[in-house]
């Protein structure tokens, strides 16, 4: 009797002791697959914008702002001094006033083409003839022209260089002393004749398509000889400080 109740109890025990390690595998397997599953981030879905309800790309800076590329428009004013230099040994000098517009198309960043149309009118012009101020005669003039230029920008510092090559004339109009005041006697045109115009410059932006600066314009203007008179001009020159405005 002794002997079978040992045997029960041993066997007890066995039994015991198989389920314990079994619920200890078990238990092992699924803390281990718990630490899995904790451990492991899963990989985000994509965000798709759903174009009823946001726009593509909303937020994101604008890939083409302050960057001179596009459309070109440029417009320049100012003020300088004007001369012209004829026969027999004829000056006419005076302050004068400026502008220009230039419109056309970067063809790469930051290098424009684009079309000119500028004028310059010089005002209170002094008129000497062989080296003496003809005071009976005044004369007012003024140039007008037209051509091609070309731009580039050297970035980041916004400065540019331009070179435009056109035709002009000059428009005079003259006046002759009668006592105190100047009276009308007459105005002429010259024919056309090759213009140069350089210019160097330096903008800033102030958004971002637009750009302003301080910009300086020399110009060449030959009108052949061009008989006005009292005298004839052969060039004018003017050189002018402007304020620019760039938008592309």
Not at 117 to 128: D, I, Q, V, Y
């Amino acid at each position: 009797m002794t002997t079978k109740h040992c045997l029960t109890d041993l066997r007890g025990a066995r039994r015991l002791l198989t389920s314990g390690f079994a619920a200890a595998a078990v238990l092992s397997l699924s803390a281990a697959s718990w630490a899995h599953t904790e451990g492991t981030v899963a990989s985000p879905e994509p965000c798709v914008c759903d174009p009823k309800i946001c726009t593509p790309g909303a937020g994101l800076p604008d890939p083409n702002a302050y960057r001179h590329d596009g459309f070109f428009l440029r417009l320049t004013l100012g003020m300088g001094y004007m001369w012209g230099r004829g026969a027999p040994d004829a000056e006419l000098d005076g302050y004068a006033g400026a502008m220009s517009v230039s419109a056309g198309s970067m063809v790469s960043e930051n290098l424009a083409l684009h079309f000119d149309m500028n004028g310059a009118n010089a005002f209170r012009s002094a008129l000497s003839i062989d080296g003496a101020e003809d005071q009976t005669y005044n004369a007012v003039f003024q140039t007008t022209g037209v051509g091609l230029g070309i731009t580039y920008y050297l970035m980041p510092a916004n400065v540019y260089a331009s070179l435009g090559l056109g035709a002009g004339w000059l428009y005079t109009t003259a006046y002759a002393r009668v006592g105190e005041n100047f009276v009308l006697t007459g105005h002429e045109s010259s024919n056309f004749g090759p213009a140069v115009t350089l210019a160097l410059g330096k903008e800033w932006w102030v958004s971002p398509d637009w750009g302003v600066g301080m910009t300086g314009v020399y110009q060449y203007l030959s009108v052949n000889g061009e008989d006005l008179g009292k005298y004839t001009v052969d060039a004018v020159h003017h050189v002018t400080v402007r304020v620019s405005a760039t938008f592309n």
